[in-house]
């Protein structure tokens, strides 16, 4: 049987980490695209041994791939991001096709910051997107205090506005507090397990 593949996404300070917490608690598998992108610019990650032919000045010492570096190359040349994501890319579908064929459940979670803006929707079963009103979001982007309004303001720019985003979801979970996140991942599970066995 095939994992029912739920698609969780949000904007910066949403709450989106601690959310997957809550699915993994509740014992769904959870794939992290940027965990997944951390391992593969790791020191003989399969991107960093990749990048060390193909962009050797964005390697570090060490073997890894310096994030600092590959930002520099981009802004110099534009043309640098399109390489980067034709060997970066389909490392990570590979990684995340693995992911779901080898998961054990009935549900996994892909858990994908940039869901909509890369087209991911299309191999996810369902979209659940975290909300929580823009004051709060900022409050909490903010208090981290290694962001500023400048930086945070760059972000939002890039990424899909949350009202599109609740607009094109299946579920969307409230994040305004805890207890509000974890009874809305309770009903997003029950409502899928409702769909699974009427599909059965």
């Known amino acids: 049987m095939t994992a029912f593949r739920l698609g969780l996404t949000g904007g910066i300070g949403m709450g989106k980490s601690t959310t997957a917490a809550m699915f993994a608690a509740a014992g769904v598998p959870v794939w992290d695209a940027d965990a997944t992108v951390h391992r593969l610019y790791a020191p003989g990650g399969a991107a960093a041994l990749a990048l060390a032919a193909a962009l050797p000045q964005a390697i570090a010492a060490d073997g890894a791939v310096d994030r600092e570096a590959l930002r520099r190359l981009i802004a110099a040349d534009p043309s640098v991001l399109d390489r980067l994501n034709a060997i970066v890319h389909p490392l990570v579908a590979a990684d995340r096709a693995a992911f ?28 659940a997107v975290v909300s929580a009103p823009p004051e709060v979001q900022r409050a909490r982007v903010l ?15 890039r990424q899909m506005p949350d009202a599109e985003k609740r607009a094109r979801a299946d579920y969307v979970i409230p994040t305004t507090t805890l207890e509000v996140a974890q009874g809305a991942v309770k009903d997003v599970l029950a409502d899928i397990r409702r769909r699974i066995a009427a599909d059965a």
């Open 143 to 157: 208090a981290r205090g290694s962001m500023t309004e400048a930086m945070l303001e760059t972000i939002l720019d």
């Open 100 to 127: 779901v064929a080898s998961a054990q459940a009935d549900i996994v979670l892909l858990d994908i910051p940039l869901l909509y803006e890369t087209g991911a929707q299309a191999m996810c079963d369902a979209v």
